[in-house]
């Protein structure tokens, strides 16, 4: 029997499913495929894959759509500009946020543990995201956490397909690096958090570059 969902609805459930399925990029969407997953027609899931084609978290290959797979030189820029920002925010933040602010950045790195355990990488990510603008806000400065909520906003929409889903990216580093940062908040260490949230976000740079370095050596297959 079909369920009743709305595109809306299925554009929703999709872009969460794509995020915990860690599904790679280039991977190709195929409608019967979704419509039969899901037990629904076809016309929410054109609407629904029309609609994260909108939010270019997948493109078109021919008929048929793809999983986002953002160029590095826009993954590059993103994070260039998230380091310019988070090299000033972690400094004020070791400077200004009270201890229950420092409380909150560290529980919020507890739920993403969870969250990896559980493997809800959609909410992983959602995390992710809280703790770096957790920060921005700790560092009581208007105008350099909307800067750094803006950049996220179009990191968001890149991540389908990007960190979470490549094979060398590692969740338990991710939040071991995380975890290293707010020791050095706590601690009101300033160089030591300053330096810790260069290096993780330079690792994600890394990883990128190494996952399409992979790809391109990667042999092509002949047609049969």
């Known amino acids: 029997m079909n369920r009743h969902y709305t595109g809306e609805e299925l554009y929703l459930i999709l872009r969460q499913d794509l995020i915990n399925d860690r599904t790679p990029g280039g ?24 609609r994260l084609h909108q939010d270019n978290l997948i493109g078109r290959k021919g008929r ?19 380091e310019a920002i988070e090299a000033s925010t972690i400094v004020l933040c070791c400077r200004r946020a009270g201890d229950e602010v420092l409380r909150q950045i560290h529980d919020i790195v507890e739920q993403q543990q969870q969250a990896a355990d559980q493997r809800r990488y959609y909410d ?5 995201a809280l703790f770096h603008v957790a920060i921005a806000n700790g560092a009581e400065n208007r105008l350099l956490a909307h800067q750094l909520e803006v950049s996220y906003d179009q990191i968001w929409f890149s991540r389908v397909g990007n960190l979470v889903s490549l094979q060398t990216y590692s969740v338990d580093g991710t939040i071991a690096e995380h975890r290293r940062i707010v020791d050095a908040l706590i601690r009101r260490k300033e160089d030591v958090a300053k330096a810790e949230m260069i290096s993780h976000l330079r690792a994600a740079i890394d990883i990128s570059e190494r996952s399409v370095s992979s790809r391109a050596k990667r042999p092509k297959k002949t047609p049969a």
């Open 124 to 128: 992983y990510e959602r995390l992710d």
């Open 27 to 50: 991977t190709v969407l195929q409608e019967n495929e979704i419509a039969t997953r899901y037990g629904v027609s076809r016309t929410p899931v054109r609407e629904a894959l029309q």
């Open 64 to 82: 048929f759509y793809t999983v986002a797979q953002p160029p590095l030189e826009r993954i590059r820029e993103l994070y260039e500009f998230r």
